[in-house]
């Protein structure tokens, strides 16, 4: 990586550090985001373990010091700052999304659980058992509560209860269980979101009552991360010499790649499932490339499903990939978000899938194109799949992935 490119990491990651009652934490985008983010803790301890490692551990201590207590992590701590009256600018009405979301100090949603495989990363990075034997319970509490709570059938797919948990707030895969158009307005997105917290306060959060009646995806992502972070806990247990938990977390990474195979594939792709008949969403998103990440898929398969979509210039190799949604879907926007625009984290998940499977070649072009992105456009939130060009909020974090993309 060239070395201004590196030094520009570290300058935007200090310049979004923050401190509150002596932890330490990164805000995504001071501008539009100034609080912490669970999955994009996570994204910050990689790019801070190649910066300064104390550090990581340290953003991982704070995403994990706010736990709901059922044990779930929550999506957002608001530290310091008066959520409720922050203007999030954009389309967010901060008043009424974050009061909802908001219980003493957090959000009682959650988000995409990478924290278990980034904790088992900082240790394969630099040794540290101490800090394995500190996080542990936190991170056994929080997957147990995915599992008894997210996955109401016990059938191994967890569960989310709201768009905004898959971290992909309005990616068309949640459209159909919203109950709108994929040509919506963004006012109209952001008022069924309202609207589904609202029902979920009413039921409480009790989630088997609320998935079974509001809202209840079984996501592609969402589950290829908690495989992820099963393994990571096998891992974590067995280093800790605790074998029945190893036992344990290995059997729930069976179950869940089991589920995801039986269930969500068709094929070389595998669909996220809406409500309890597991109706595949069949909308092509770049989410048809995280089974890799998961391992979840034949040498055979892999190669399929990068000739055919991966690599296919007029489905997801546009100009600068890869687009969150396919250039050939319908709804496609090359601006709105999660409906096509391309994110660095998204790249970063299917770099790293690429090569678990040996696909060098691509991983190194897609890190190419992402470097790209970050030099030509800045450290935007996303960017354009067809002219690169920069949207959403300005320094924000994620294009620091870059530096773990080489
Ligand atoms: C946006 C993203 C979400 C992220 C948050 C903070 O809402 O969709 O994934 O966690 O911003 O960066």
Known sequence: MHASLRSHIEKLMSQNRRETNGSTYTVPSPHLYPFEWLWDSCFHAVILSHVDITRAREEIRSATSHPLTNGLLPHIIYWEEDYRTHNWGREMRGDILTAAWQKDGTSVITQPPLIASTVWELHQKAEDRAFLEEMYPILKAHYLALVTRRDPTDEGLIGIINPDESGEDNSPRFDHALGISPFHKPEEHLEKRIALVEKLTECKFETRICMQQYFWIKDVSFNAIVLRG??????????????????????????TGEAMRARMREDERFYSLEGSGDEKIRINTWNLFMPLYAGLLTKKEVDTLVERYLMDEKQFWTPYPIPSVSYQESMFSEDDMWRGPTWIASNWFVYHGLRRYGFMKEASLLAQKSVALVSESGFREYYSPLSGVGYGTEDFTWGGLVIDME
């Open 230 to 255: 099963f393994e990571a806990l096998a891992l974590i247990a067995e280093t800790l010499g605790d074998y029945g938990d190893r036992n344990l977390f290995d059997g729930y990474r069976r179950r």
